[in-house]
């Protein structure tokens, strides 16, 4: 390996830490500088459920099941997270090796028997441990990993590889936490993108110059529809005038809230040329997301859902969650429906008092204030499923 090989992989290796396939070109450099070696590099995001990636050069994606099966029972040369010399350094393995021979069992001489005919002897590799590194862990446990192994007819890795490696590690170690910063952030967004899609409910995240930055597939759908909701010019719009007036007079309110501190959220109807029931719409600040925050631009929540095929407002986890009589509770499922107080006192057969007095009764035991309020917590609760996605599609 040379001084400018070493450069070079520097720069791969901070490239990687931003753009992930990158790890892919850094482990072809690094083969390269070893003579053509055989490589495998593994990441694993700490404390995420997700398996570990790996990165290939020179060996077949079909045998690496083989090679897990036995890294996961520990290799020929000792699990690579017990001596500290693999976290120190780039190590030949035969270090490791030759201080496990003296008191090796008959079991340890039969699986390292069974490595090499199983996985390394039909990968074309020397009969020798591999040059390896892990410059992350978990738990003691490395997450980060590197090991390069010589192939047949290939050149033996000299003292002056290894010296020359030895001045990745601090990169490399580096690289790696920058790596699982950006990572951890990527993968919450990723689980939190993944939550809005399984929402039955339109959901629009709009900036302050009221465009649409974020979306999820109910919200997708229902602009699909092309029933009264559109986006068009980079901007959500109603099919009928009155109803945009009040879309952009209510998203104006709920900018300005963000500014002065109002969380207060605001509803509304959208009528639908197709004459079915109107799409209810609730229109709220966002709560001030943090420095640095990819969505830091979102500012108000538009959510919409489709009383035509929207999800099942469930009454008796509304009873049991907010401590509601079956009647409330009733007068809650069809509010969030998109039913007005006079409507609902009629398919219910109540005076419009009696539904009054009832709704008072609903905002003390959810401790909320107005109707928007209420039915923002309801839409957006445990109390709300999907129906069969077959039903839901675009009519």
């Known amino acids: 390996m040379t001084a400018d090989a070493v450069f070079s992989l520097v720069d791969r290796i901070y490239e990687a830490a931003v753009a992930p396939d990158r790890w892919q070109d850094f482990l072809v450099e690094l083969s390269q500088a070893f003579g053509g070696a055989a490589g495998l590099l593994a990441l694993q995001l700490p404390a995420s459920p997700h398996p570990a990636h790996y990165y290939l050069v020179h060996l077949r994606e079909e045998l690496h099941p083989i090679l897990e099966r036995h890294y996961a029972r520990g290799t020929p040369w000792g699990q690579l997270h017990g001596p500290p010399l693999f976290r120190e350094r780039f190590v030949r ?3 490791v090796l030759n201080r496990l021979l003296s008191n090796e069992s008959s079991d340890a001489k039969r699986e390292r028997s069974n490595f090499y005919a199983e996985w390394m002897q039909p990968e ?3 009969p020798e441990g591999p040059v390896a590194h892990h410059f992350g862990e978990e738990d003691g446990v490395p997450v980060a990993a590197v090991a390069l192994y010589r192939r047949v007819g290939g050149r033996r890795f000299t003292d002056d590889d290894l010296s020359l490696a030895n001045l990745l590690v601090p990169h490399l170690a580096r690289a790696f936490r920058l790596y699982r910063r950006l990572g951890g952030a990527q993968h919450e967004r990723l689980a939190m993108a993944e939550v809005m899609n399984r929402l039955a409910l339109g959901v629009v995240l709009v900036d302050r110059e009221r465009r ?3 979306s ?12 009264g909701l559109m986006r068009s010019e980079d901007r959500l719009r109603t099919e009928n005038p009155r109803d945009h007036a009040v879309l952009q007079k209510l998203l104006g309110e709920a900018i300005a809230g963000t500014r002065e501190g109002n969380r207060g959220s605001h509803v509304m109807t959208i009528s639908r040329p197709s004459g079915k029931r109107a799409f209810p719409v609730v ?3 966002l709560l001030a997301g943090e420095p640095g925050d990819a969505a830091e631009d979102a500012v108000v929540s538009v959510v919409v859902g489709d009383p035509e095929a929207m999800q099942a407002i469930n009454p008796e986890v509304l009873r049991t969650f907010y401590d509601l009589t079956p009647a409330e509770a009733e007068l809650v499922s069809l509010l969030a429906g998109g039913a007005s107080l006079e409507e609902a006192a009629k398919r219910r057969g109540v005076t419009i008092n009696t539904v009054r007095s009832q709704l008072k009764n609903v905002f003390a035991k959810t401790e909320t204030n107005r109707q928007g309020d209420l039915i923002r917590l309801v839409l957006t609760g445990a109390a709300t499923s999907p ?4 039903k839901t599609e675009p009519r």
């Open 124 to 126: 074309g590799l020397a």
């Open 93 to 95: 393995s035969s270090e």
């Open 212 to 214: 649409p930055i974020v």
């Open 387 to 390: 129906e069969d996605p077959r």
């Open 283 to 285: 229109i709220a600040p």
């Open 216 to 227: 999820n597939r109910t919200a997708d759908r229902l602009i699909a529809l092309n029933d």
